[in-house]
Antibody, heavy 119, light 112 residues
Framework: QVQLQESGPGLVKPSETLSLTCTVS????????WSWIRQPPGKGLEWIGY???????DYNPSLKSRITISVDTSKNQFSLKLSSVTAADTAIYYC?????????????WGQGTLVTVSS | DIVMTQSPLSLPVTPGEPASISCRSS???????????LDWYLQKPGKSPQLLMY???KRASGVPDRFSGSGSGTDFTLKISRVEAEDVGTYYC?????????FGQGTKVEIK
């Protein structure tokens, strides 16, 4: 059974860069798409972007100028960097694995990690 | 971006009774291959979202058959034939056809 685990600082200062890593266990990172999704406390879901194991990416245009998603196949991990954060970036951040096929759904999710932006 | 609109936003339900959630998209989610790229997710209280349905009507692995999805183009429905206590949570539809993936606002299902 594939498992995903987010890790990274729970508190980030305004204007700094948020950095999170998703570690995949129980399966290989190869041959799949991997996404980041966030959820502000008490609010709905926002898709941030995805990466294929080869390194190709697609980002939400609303965040594109501030996002970098990367993959490390040797460590079975992928990562998110979000620069110039503000309080509006406070959210639970989830990593997820897509299923297979064309435009596949998000079949496996991590437990999520709360990141608070505050000085 | 494709805008997803769900209704109702809150749905009190009685165990054993049916329930229905609507999801509408601002553009058709029907692709030329005949598939509708519409997924449904359930987020139980305090938990991560989990995949319920994909391509509008296909149940994900392990999803009980009391859940069904229907619709095409811009109008979709998730139905629960007989609600159980474990079905409480927030249901989200999400389009996967084009552009950034976008979610509906969510429908909170709770027991009366």
């Amino acid at each position: 059974q594939v498992q995903l685990q987010e890790s990274g600082p729970g508190l980030v200062k305004p204007s700094e860069t948020l950095s999170l890593t998703c570690t995949v266990s129980g399966g290989s990172i190869t041959n799949y798409y991997w996404s980041w999704i966030r959820q502000p406390p008490g609010k709905g879901l926002e898709w941030i972007g995805y990466i294929y194991y080869t390194g190709s990416t697609d980002y939400n245009p609303s965040l594109k100028s501030r996002i970098t998603i990367s993959v490390d196949t040797s460590k079975n991990q992928f990562s998110l960097k979000l620069s110039s954060v503000t309080a509006a970036d406070t959210a639970i951040y989830y990593c997820a694995r897509h299923m297979t096929g064309r435009n596949p759904p998000l079949g496996y999710w991590g437990q999520g990690t709360l990141v608070t932006v505050s000085s | 971006d494709i805008v997803m609109t769900q209704s109702p936003l809150s749905l009190p339900v009685t165990p054993g009774e049916p329930a229905s959630i609507s999801c509408r998209s601002s553009q058709s989610l029907l692709y030329t291959n005949g598939d509708n790229y519409l997924d449904w997710y359930l987020q139980k209280p305090g938990k991560s979202p989990q995949l319920l349905m994909y391509l509008g009507f296909k149940r994900a692995s392990g999803v009980p058959d009391r859940f069904s999805g229907s619709g095409s183009g811009t109008d979709f429905t998730l139905k629960i034939s007989r609600v159980e206590a474990e079905d409480v949570g927030t249901y989200y539809c999400m389009q996967a056809l084009q552009g950034p993936r976008t979610f509906g606002q969510g429908t909170k299902v709770e027991i009366k």
